[in-house]
Nanobody, 117 residues
Framework: VQLQASGGGLVQAGGSLRLSCAAS?????VAWFRQAPGKERDFVAA???????YTADSVEGRFTISRDNANNTVYLQMNSLKPEDTGVYYC???????????????WGQGTLVTVSS
């Protein structure tokens, strides 16, 4: 399966963005990860095909993951953005439910989110 992430951009602190992850076919578990410059790739949120979701503590209450199975698309709504949310956001899919990036086999190309202070 191929994934295409989009929706990144430049936004001021406190603003919002919605990222999209379009898949070429059916997916089971889809997650968003992010990587800030010079740092490791961190888990952000994941969602099962049935809708169960898990969100990292660092973004809980600000970010919401959702999905549209009919269109093979997963979204990440990001509100109240902070400068520390800056990074490249990747979507990934796996048949395994996990927050570990090593368990995800298929990855999108990433979309850059920059939050200015």
């Amino acid at each position: 399966v191929q994934l295409q992430a989009s929706g990144g951009g430049l936004v001021q602190a406190g603003g919002s963005l919605r990222l999209s992850c379009a898949a070429s076919g059916r997916t089971e578990n889809v997650a968003w990860f992010r990587q800030a410059p010079g740092k490791e790739r961190d888990f952000v949120a994941a969602i099962r095909r049935g809708g169960f979701r898990y969100t990292a503590d660092s973004v809980e209450g600000r970010f919401t993951i959702s999905r549209d199975n009919a269109n093979n698309t997963v979204y990440l709504q990001m509100n109240s953005l902070k400068p520390e949310d800056t990074g490249v956001y990747y979507c990934a899919t796996s048949d395994v439910w996990s927050s570990q990036s090593s368990r995800y086999k298929y990855w999108g190309q990433g979309t850059l989110v920059t939050v200015s202070s």
